[in-house]
T-cell receptor, first 110, second 114 residues
Framework: DAKTTQPNSMESNEEEPVHLPCNHSTISGTDYIHWYRQLPSQGPEYVIHGLTSNVNNRMASLAIAEDRKSSTLILHRATLRDAAVYYCILSTSGTYKYIFGTGTRLKVLA | NAGVTQTPKFRVLKTGQSMTLLCAQDMNHEYMYWYRQDPGMGLRLIHYSVGEGTTAKGEVPDGYNVSRLKKQNFLLGLESAAPSQTSVYFC?????????????FGNGTRLTVT
């Protein structure tokens, strides 16, 4: 199964952009890149996903490298409510089992 | 629209007892998943199902059994609970869309085994 690698933690100041990186060097051509976040004491929440092209939605943007071996989740203006653990995962081709890593704990400073 | 519903929300078991966790989804999704999350850790996949009547092992399947007799329900069973199974259990579902659809999660079941 393709794995993802993320930094354990990051900090950001409130109202500044945040770029959360993810490496997935063993990604296969049909694996989608998904991002979820988990607020304290809650279940994971979908943020965004994509295959090859950059994606935007109301929550965030997803920038995917041309070789697809890495991606970046962009929060355009971090708020205190964005403090959470962010998980980058792949939709493993054929089996569609989603393997979560340890994620990146984002701390937003007021 | 309820989405993914997990029952019960909390449970305390004694070592050796058995129980079944129920996950129900009303979105007609083909794929369903069971994860466990230990304190300060990420989610680990226990078992998953890609359709009614089918199940498959995930990363940490030992000590658990599952059944998907109806498309909308995915049951997780613990035959003989152990303290190491103290965890928060999350169920998720998604449509059959080659990975091009998000996972929908339930709110979790907090299980303590004493």
């Amino acid at each position: 199964d393709a794995k993802t690698t993320q930094p354990n933690s990051m900090e950001s100041n409130e109202e500044e952009p945040v770029h959360l990186p993810c490496n997935h060097s063993t990604i296969s051509g049909t694996d989608y890149i998904h991002w979820y976040r988990q607020l304290p004491s809650q279940g994971p929440e979908y943020v965004i996903h994509g295959l090859t092209s950059n994606v935007n939605n109301r929550m965030a943007s997803l920038a995917i490298a041309e070789d697809r071996k890495s991606s970046t989740l962009i929060l355009h203006r971090a708020t205190l409510r964005d403090a959470a653990v962010y998980y980058c995962i792949l939709s493993t081709s054929g089996t569609y089992k989603y393997i979560f890593g340890t994620g990146t704990r984002l701390k937003v400073l007021a | 629209n309820a989405g993914v519903t997990q029952t019960p929300k909390f449970r305390v078991l004694k070592t050796g007892q058995s129980m079944t966790l129920l996950c129900a989804q009303d979105m007609n999704h083909e794929y369903m998943y069971w994860y466990r999350q230990d304190p300060g850790m990420g989610l680990r996949l226990i078992h998953y199902s890609v359709g009614e009547g089918t199940t498959a092992k995930g990363e940490v399947p030992d000590g658990y059994n599952v059944s998907r007799l109806k498309k909308q329900n995915f049951l997780l069973g613990l035959e003989s609970a152990a303290p190491s199974q103290t965890s928060v259990y999350f169920c998720a579902s998604s449509p059959r869309d080659r990975g091009n659809s998000p996972l929908h999660f339930g709110n979790g079941t907090r299980l303590t085994v004493t």
